[in-house]
């Protein structure tokens, strides 16, 4: 494949359903095509793909050049904080939020998550099957944001309804136009509960994250309603979406793969080593877009100032910077995927993902050691961030 042919056919690619299923053969013809590519992106806008491993973390750590401030509307009426607004702001932003993520305070929700995992398995495992994406990866994460945030479980329909019309609104091929109006009425029904929300939390604050965004200070002065609309936005998005997605892509490959699962029935301690192998070669979030802030070049591609840029984290993620970059190896020394980013917008929430997931392995495979995909059935996952559309899970 020739430069010339990728940058042409890439957009067509990315969203291709048929590639996000099982991506890896996609990417290494776009590394092969070049490490920076140009092309014409959605909407007939002039866009830059990063393709290789060593473009890619240099892209995510110059924000002054690949700028995520307005990168991409997904209905809302602000930036979503903090990952939509660059250095020097940012920082304000993480100094808030980060303590609320830290390892130290993620860590004291292990037992809390471990018993939301086997409430999860309860439910099922007589059955001897379950859609794993409706019975286990959705509920999961679903249900530890909620506590997390101190939001009623009765809720989680709505937000579900939202994240779905968000990330992958139903509409025909193509219908950009529709899909925007999707997002734009989930966008507004979103500010409209938040803002309700922040109010009583306002009055009468709880003990959840909500309560802490509707009383904090950045800069010494409280967060204006734009700005804890704006973490708010983020964090259902976040909450929701991309552990499900990641759950899904694990426990498929897992599934497919029972010389792997073997291991971690073997070695219960290796799950945190498989999810960081799981993500690198699976990367359930494909790519991120930013925006060409300034006249650069990198890879002795020009980059212009106006420019989308769409990073493949995917693609870089099996690049050879990582030795046997084709194999999957849980016991890899050095994994510095990027699955969570990299730079000052890495993942807020990349210790509570690695939680959910790392639980989420050692439980299931405690319980359900044995599983399989039913024979003729085809898993399919949406494109840009990876999700099955159903995984039909069966066991003795």
């Known amino acids: 494949m020739t430069a010339k042919s990728a940058t042409i056919d890439l957009e067509t690619a990315l969203f291709d359903p048929r590639h996000a299923d099982a991506p890896q053969p996609m990417y290494a013809a776009l590394r092969a095509a070049g490490a920076v590519t140009r092309g014409i992106g959605l909407e007939g806008v002039p866009t830059v793909y990063v393709t290789r491993y060593e473009e890619a973390v240099w892209a995510l750590r110059h924000p002054e050049v690949f700028s995520s401030a307005a990168a991409v509307s997904i209905g809302q009426d602000q930036p979503l904080i903090p990952l939509q607004v660059d250095p020097p702001d940012h920082a304000k932003y993480r100094r808030f939020l980060d303590p609320q993520f830290s390892p130290k305070r993620i860590g004291e929700l292990d037992a809390d998550a471990r018993g939301i995992v086997n409430g999860l398995i309860d439910t099922f495992i007589e059955h001897g099957e379950c859609d794993l994406n409706e019975d286990f990866a959705t509920p999961l994460p679903s249900a530890i944001f909620l506590r997390l945030m101190g ?3 009765s809720d989680l329909p709505r937000f579900l309804q939202w994240r779905d019309d968000t990330i992958r609104p139903k509409v025909a091929p193509g219908d950009l136009e529709a ?25 009468a604050p709880g003990d959840g994250l909500l309560a802490t965004i509707a009383t904090g200070r950045v800069d010494d002065r409280p967060l ?11 964090l259902l998005l976040g909450g ?11 426990l498929a490959y897992l599934a497919g793969n029972p010389e792997q699962r073997h291991q971690l029935l073997d070695n219960p301690d290796g799950a945190a080593g498989a999810v960081e192998e799981l993500l690198r070669w699976e990367t359930p979030v494909m790519m991120v877009v930013r925006i060409i802030k300034t006249d650069a070049e990198l890879a ?4 212009h100032a106006g420019d989308h840029a769409v990073i493949l984290l995917g693609s870089a993620n099996l690049d050879e910077e990582f030795p046997d970059a084709d194999r999957v190896e849980f016991a890899r020394e050095t994994n510095r995927h990027l699955s969570f980013g990299a730079g000052p917008h890495r993942c807020l929430g990349s210790h509570l993902a690695r939680l959910e997931l790392r639980v989420a392995l050692e439980e299931w495979h405690r319980r359900i ?6 024979d003729g059935t085809e898993i399919h996952y949406s494109p840009g961030i990876r999700q099955a559309n159903a995984l039909p899970l069966a066991w003795s």
């Open 179 to 203: 899909a925007a109006a999707i997002r734009e009425r989930a966008g507004s029904d979103i500010t409209a509960y938040f803002s309700a929300a922040l109010d009583e939390q306002a009055r």
């Open 300 to 303: 002795g591609v020009q980059l």
């Open 151 to 153: 939001l009623p479980r």
């Open 240 to 250: 929701l979406d991309t552990v499900t997605a990641t759950l899904d892509c694990a």
């Open 224 to 234: 204006t309603r734009a700005e804890q609309l704006g973490i708010c936005h983020l």
């Open 369 to 374: 050691p044995d599983y399989r995909i039913p």
